[in-house]
Nanobody, 128 residues
Framework: QLQLVESGGGLVQAGDSLRLSCAAS????????MGWFRQAPGKEREFVAA????????YYIDSVKGRFTISRDNAKNTIYLQMNSLKPEDTAVYYC?????????????????????WGQGTQVTVSS
């Protein structure tokens, strides 16, 4: 059975960095695009970044461009989200998710509904 496990969250100060990891097991990983989402208290879940199955295509929301980097290691069944220059508004629970469709080439137009498997989330708190 599919399992996605996020890790790497924590409490940091504004300007600090964190690297989130999402390890996949019990599923086919390397043929699927993967994404990172976040949900702050009282807000809807927000699509943050995505990476295609072969890392040839990536997507970022405007608010994290230049600060966050998504990557993947298919040999380790793991994706990462390197988060630099963190801001208090980045505070949220961060989730990883897997695409419903295999070998999607372009991830820039993906939507929430394109993702069908989710991890349990990891908390990121950025203090000012």
């Amino acid at each position: 059975q599919l399992q996605l496990v996020e890790s790497g969250g924590g409490l940091v100060q504004a300007g600090d960095s964190l690297r989130l990891s999402c390890a996949a097991s019990g599923l086919t990983f390397s043929s699927y695009a993967m994404g990172w989402f976040r949900q702050a208290p009282g807000k809807e879940r927000e699509f943050v970044a995505a990476i295609s199955w072969n890392a040839g295509s990536t997507y970022y929301i405007d608010s994290v461009k230049g600060r966050f980097t998504i990557s993947r290691d298919n040999a380790k069944n793991t994706i990462y989200l390197q988060m630099n220059s963190l801001k208090p508004e980045d505070t949220a629970v961060y989730y990883c998710a897997r695409d419903r469709l295999a070998v999607r080439v372009t991830v820039a137009t993906m939507r929430f509904s394109d993702f069908g498997s989710w991890g349990q989330g990891t908390q990121v708190t950025v203090s000012s």
